[in-house]
């Protein structure tokens, strides 16, 4: 903390496992009036341990307080909505079949190689993605970093997503294909290759408090109950976003460029949410698994 407050960052994160909560008495002390704290968890798989995310913003980052619940709220709201759609094992059995019967309608494959064009044209305007990183992850033949595509009957790549070292992140549709539900298919197929390839691996994802939460939901991600006041990831990381595609978030607006350069309009807050593995039926694994690529 006093190294943050000694350099020219806003914002100090900690990703550590524990056995059990970190006490916030504890933490609370060592902070100035204005920094913020919050506390994200996600369960370690087969085990009573927990992921730990703690996140500090400094006072020119910090978010107010009932900003902060305004979020909370609008997340325990997707929750509620979904929950009798996709609660039981039956009831996302039947969903995740009827996406899979849509992409098949539609003549869409799934796809786990993309090339540079593909990426650039999902990642570059969305997240600053230059085309040497996209070249990379093209050419990568690492098995902790996997890229899956969904293609349409042209074979165009029209949403992608990046798996690397068990975090489902870059979650991306070309703009004149966004808002159709492409990505939810292709996180359920994701999410069914790394159960069947890495079982052991916990898959989690940062999930855009305003965005994201819906598709993750209908795609076997859960987002467990959190003890703290401030469990969003609060003014975490910028989305590269212009403003007028993807308007910063109310609390934002004028806020400019802090001491790191981060611009701070484009700041965004997230929630975790990790991979439900009890989800994936094997009719569901049999079906995305087998599906003609």
Not at 202 to 219: G, I, Q, T
Request: charged share 25%; glycine share 8%.
């Amino acid at each position: 903390i006093d190294a943050m407050r000694q350099s020219c960052r806003s914002r100090l994160v900690l990703r550590t496992t524990a056995c059990c909560p970190l006490p916030l008495d504890r933490l609370e002390p060592l902070l100035c009036p204005g920094e913020s704290l919050e506390i994200a968890h996600r369960p370690c798989n087969g085990g009573d341990r927990r992921h730990l995310t703690v996140g500090i913003n400094a006072a020119i980052r910090s978010v107010a307080p009932h900003e902060i619940g305004t979020m909370q709220d609008s997340v325990r709201a997707h929750i509620g909505r979904l929950a009798s759609q996709i609660a039981s094992p039956t009831a996302f059995t039947r969903h995740a079949l009827a996406e899979l019967d849509i992409v098949a309608r539609q003549g869409m494959h799934f796809d786990t190689h993309g090339n540079t064009r593909d990426l650039l044209a999902l990642w570059q305007a969305p997240f600053g993605w230059s085309e040497g990183q996209c070249r990379q992850y093209a050419l990568s033949e690492r098995p902790d970093e996997r890229v899956f595509i969904l293609r349409d009957a042209q074979r165009r790549a029209i949403s992608g997503i990046l798996v690397s070292q068990g975090e489902s992140t870059e979650w991306a549709t070309v703009p004149d294909e966004q808002g159709k539900g492409h990505i939810v298919p292709l996180l359920i197929y994701a999410n069914s290759v790394m159960l069947a390839e890495h079982p052991s691996q916990d898959v989690y994802a940062e999930l855009r408090w305003n965005r994201s939460v819906s598709p993750a939901l209908k795609s076997g991600f859960c987002i467990p109950r959190q003890e703290y006041r401030n469990w969003l990831l609060t003014n975490h990381v910028t989305i590269g976003d212009a403003p007028h595609t993807d308007a910063p978030d109310p609390w934002n607006t004028g806020r400019g460029k802090l001491g790191d350069g981060t611009a701070g309009a484009m700041l965004r807050s997230f929630v975790v949410g990790h991979m439900e593995r009890e989800r994936f039926t094997d009719e569901i694994l049999d079906a995305y698994l087998h599906f003609p690529r």
